[in-house]
């Protein structure tokens, strides 16, 4: 890791030389992005767009990276082989998602939903910032396992790349902070803000009984830790799972405090109908069986176990079926299908 980020560092003085010694060649101005965050919603905590601003043609070009292939070893994987739209950007039916050599990861891909709000990123937060996050996938063995050099390679002697590089940074050179940078303007701007659960909230939709009712079991067993309206509260919480076989402590692996031992981060239920396979290991197929973990499955032998779950939760196979569809209620099918996030070949 200390190499991977000496590189980068490397990397970083070296543009930030080319930039002040000015080479650069200005001449259009790329046509800036503005940042909407939906009514009613908190104002992120941390600006991530604070040094990198958002522009158009920068978020082009971070769609263009997201879903080239190009930036693995063998030009297979690209981030929307493991995190595909339909499915929220998390990797539809599979556990674990395949990275080159149809190698396994040993966790499941999550959707990538309101990542601007998120100020650690990974099931165990071992990310602080979106705009360094592609560096792991990129280069971790098992997921796209390509060298960073060989990336900037690849996108110097393309014949797009490096007008696409212009459009965004008013110059031609191409850098990896410059890459991160317009993956992040991608990847932040991944919104999902217009659900029935939205509509219904902005008074433009109804619940229909059942939903009523599944909404009311939500909030008062699950809300607290997944919190409306992002549906996560964005902490790392042990919700009483056992200990599986990659031997993934979760949090820990990170602060190496024993606290924090199977601590995994509150994901987002925003999609969920379509995100499964669920948990940090996709070892649950279905929000049945998760609803089933909650009812019945959780280890409260657990040191760490979350004190909310302490309690037996008590919830009705009828009352199961009413947070099934309430559940439901927060698929934002404008998400999925849109179209300024979409793969499209040229
Ligand atoms: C081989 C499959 C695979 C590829 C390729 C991949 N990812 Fe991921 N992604 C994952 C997995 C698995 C995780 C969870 C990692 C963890 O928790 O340790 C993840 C986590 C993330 C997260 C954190 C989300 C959160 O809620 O914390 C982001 C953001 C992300 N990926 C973006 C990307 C980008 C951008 C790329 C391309 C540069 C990419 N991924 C390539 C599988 C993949
Ligand atoms: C004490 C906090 C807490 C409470 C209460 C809680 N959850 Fe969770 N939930 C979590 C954590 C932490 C995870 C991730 C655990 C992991 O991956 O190992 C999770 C994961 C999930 C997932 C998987 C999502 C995904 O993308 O993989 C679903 C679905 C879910 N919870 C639904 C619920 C429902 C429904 C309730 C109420 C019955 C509930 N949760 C109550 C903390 C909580």
């Given at each position: 890791m200390k190499i991977k980020l000496s590189i980068y560092f490397l990397i970083f003085i070296i543009t930030a030389f080319v930039l002040i010694s000015g080479t650069s060649n200005v001449n259009e101005n790329p046509t800036p992005l503005p940042f909407i965050i939906p009514k009613g919603w908190p104002v992120?905590?941390?600006?991530?767009?604070e040094k990198n601003r958002l522009t158009e043609e920068g978020f082009q070009l971070g769609k263009k990276l997201f879903y080239d292939?190009?930036?693995s070893k063998d030009g297979e994987i690209s981030c929307g082989s493991c995190h595909q739209q339909f499915s929220a950007f998390s990797t539809y039916d599979h556990d674990l998602s395949h990275g080159i050599n149809n190698l396994l990861t040993t966790r499941n891909a999550p959707a990538l939903i309101n990542?601007?709000?998120?100020n650690e990123l990974h099931w165990d937060g071992g990310i602080n910032h979106l705009e360094v996050q592609p560096l792991s996938p990129i280069t971790a063995p098992n997921e796209m396992g390509e060298k960073l050099e060989n990336v900037l390679n690849k996108l110097r002697n393309d014949s797009i790349y490096p007008r696409m590089f212009k459009a965004a940074f008013k110059d031609t050179s191409i850098s990896i902070p410059k890459m991160l940078k317009a993956i992040a303007q991608f990847t932040g701007n991944l919104?999902?803000?217009?659900?029935r659960y939205d509509k219904f909230k902005r008074g433009e939709a109804t619940f229909t009984t059942y939903e009523l009712t599944g909404y009311k079991i939500f909030k008062a067993?699950?809300?607290?830790?997944?919190?409306?309206p992002l549906f996560t509260d964005n902490s790392f919480r042990n919700n009483g799972q056992q200990l599986n076989r990659f031997k993934d402590y979760g949090r820990q692996i990170i602060?190496?405090?024993?606290?924090?031992?199977?601590k995994f981060k509150v994901p987002t239920l925003r999609n969920a109908a379509l995100t499964?396979?669920?948990?940090h290991d996709g070892h649950l197929y279905s929000l049945y069986e998760v609803i089933d973990h909650y009812r019945s499955?959780?280890?409260?032998?657990?040191?760490?176990?979350?004190p909310l779950l302490k309690k037996k939760i008590e919830i009705s196979n009828t009352d199961k079926m009413n947070l099934i569809l309430f559940l439901n209620t927060l698929i934002d099918s404008s998400f999925i299908n849109n179209p300024r996030f979409s793969f499209k070949i040229k």
């Amino acid at each position: 890791m200390k190499i991977k980020l000496s590189i980068y560092f490397l990397i970083f003085i070296i543009t930030a030389f080319v930039l002040i010694s000015g080479t650069s060649n200005v001449n259009e101005n790329p046509t800036p992005l503005p940042f909407i965050i939906p009514k009613g919603w908190p104002v992120p905590s941390r600006n991530i767009f604070e040094k990198n601003r958002l522009t158009e043609e920068g978020f082009q070009l971070g769609k263009k990276l997201f879903y080239d292939g190009r930036l693995s070893k063998d030009g297979e994987i690209s981030c929307g082989s493991c995190h595909q739209q339909f499915s929220a950007f998390s990797t539809y039916d599979h556990d674990l998602s395949h990275g080159i050599n149809n190698l396994l990861t040993t966790r499941n891909a999550p959707a990538l939903i309101n990542l601007a709000w998120m100020n650690e990123l990974h099931w165990d937060g071992g990310i602080n910032h979106l705009e360094v996050q592609p560096l792991s996938p990129i280069t971790a063995p098992n997921e796209m396992g390509e060298k960073l050099e060989n990336v900037l390679n690849k996108l110097r002697n393309d014949s797009i790349y490096p007008r696409m590089f212009k459009a965004a940074f008013k110059d031609t050179s191409i850098s990896i902070p410059k890459m991160l940078k317009a993956i992040a303007q991608f990847t932040g701007n991944l919104i999902s803000s217009n659900s029935r659960y939205d509509k219904f909230k902005r008074g433009e939709a109804t619940f229909t009984t059942y939903e009523l009712t599944g909404y009311k079991i939500f909030k008062a067993n699950c809300a607290s830790c997944h919190k409306e309206p992002l549906f996560t509260d964005n902490s790392f919480r042990n919700n009483g799972q056992q200990l599986n076989r990659f031997k993934d402590y979760g949090r820990q692996i990170i602060t190496s405090k024993q606290e924090d031992s199977l601590k995994f981060k509150v994901p987002t239920l925003r999609n969920a109908a379509l995100t499964f396979p669920y948990m940090h290991d996709g070892h649950l197929y279905s929000l049945y069986e998760v609803i089933d973990h909650y009812r019945s499955g959780i280890d409260t032998t657990q040191k760490t176990l979350d004190p909310l779950l302490k309690k037996k939760i008590e919830i009705s196979n009828t009352d199961k079926m009413n947070l099934i569809l309430f559940l439901n209620t927060l698929i934002d099918s404008s998400f999925i299908n849109n179209p300024r996030f979409s793969f499209k070949i040229k």
